[in-house]
């Protein structure tokens, strides 16, 4: 699959030569049109075929990201903030990567947070602020904290694909909302916008009736 990025405060130049990234970077670029549409099949034999190919797309992420050296769903905090109940879990990071230092002589190891993005557009602002607070609030397990953020979100193109539901947020809107709170976000993050075409050919994917969409958008 192919993808578009919007860079925020210079995050591809820290990602550029760092292992994590390429490793993300080809997760995304083997994933195929047949794998989507595999995973969706496969879904739908067990439980209700699902609307638009947003389960399908996260369930192939979440097969390639959950293995070492990659965390999937890690706590931000002890305990949840905003309840304070040590019960909950309070805010996770969809995925997390460690790696070496940024500099040498660092005692801080390289942290790379991964959120995967396929909710309502409602939930834009707090996706950025999630990544924002692993990298900037000082209360978040050291483990969890990050250095850059990466949102992975559907283009327009991709979300006409996958027939998702029309109130869905796009690598467009997520664009937009990072660049008005351009003041308010310190934390470098790179925006991915993933697009219905093959990453080596450039070519589109052809339509699938795989997704019956909602009727909706």
């Given amino acids: 699959m192919d993808f578009e990025t919007f860079n925020f405060r210079n995050a591809l130049a820290i990602l550029q030569y760092r292992p994590e990234w390429g490793d993300l970077r080809s997760v995304i670029g083997t994933m195929t049109r047949e794998m989507i549409i595999d995973k969706q099949e496969e879904i739908a034999a067990r439980r209700q075929r699902p609307k638009g190919a947003q389960v399908a797309t996260n369930a192939l992420f979440r097969e390639k990201l ?102 869905a947020g796009t690598f467009e809107q997520a664009q937009r909302w990072l660049s008005i709170s351009r003041h308010a976000i310190p934390t470098p993050i790179l925006l991915i916008g993933l697009r219905p075409r093959d990453d080596e050919s450039a070519r589109d994917w052809d339509p699938t009736d795989a997704f019956p969409g909602t009727g909706k958008g």
């Fill in 66 to 167: 959950s293995h070492s050296p990659w965390q999937s769903e890690s706590r931000l905090f002890e305990q949840d903030y905003l309840f304070g109940n040590s019960k909950t879990t309070g805010w996770k990071m969809d995925f997390l990567i460690r790696g070496d230092p940024l500099t040498e002589g660092s005692s801080t190891d390289f942290g790379m947070g991964v959120e995967i993005a396929f909710n309502h557009a409602e939930a834009i602002p707090w996706t950025l602020i999630r990544m924002n607070l692993a990298a900037q609030f000082e209360d978040v397990r050291r483990e969890s904290r990050i250095d850059v953020g990466i949102g992975i979100f559907a283009s327009e193109a991709f979300k006409s694909w996958g027939r998702l539901d029309g109130a």
